[in-house]
């Protein structure tokens, strides 16, 4: 290439792509971007790879909504009445020793 700009800087001898991590795409070179319209064209395989995500995603989101379904829900104890209840059952000494 015959760019000057990772020498010089683009704006007040600051950036450019090279200088900021980027590759040079030759967009200061004679004919651009006709000559080098490879890169704004459709990469090969690009159709099969949407059409597969496509599917990977309909089926993912089918997957989430079986689960919101069946294990989004509230635990049973849980309820808008003003005592404080838990999951927990308290087992006392009498009632472990006559189901032993």
């Not at 159709?47 to 635990?75: D, F, M, Q, W």
Request: glycine share 14%; net charge positive.
């Amino acid at each position: 290439m015959n760019c000057n700009v990772p020498k010089r800087g683009w704006m007040a001898g600051i950036g450019g792509c090279p200088n900021v991590g980027g590759i040079c795409i030759g967009c200061t070179m004679p004919g651009f971007p006709d000559k080098f319209m490879p890169f704004m064209d459709e990469p090969p395989g690009a159709k099969l790879s949407s059409g597969a995500v496509g599917l990977y995603g309909r089926a993912i989101r089918a997957l989430r909504g079986v689960t919101n379904h069946t294990l989004n829900k509230e635990p049973k104890w849980r309820h808008n009445r003003p005592e404080l209840t838990t999951g927990y059952q308290e087992v006392r000494m009498q009632e472990r020793k006559h189901s032993s």
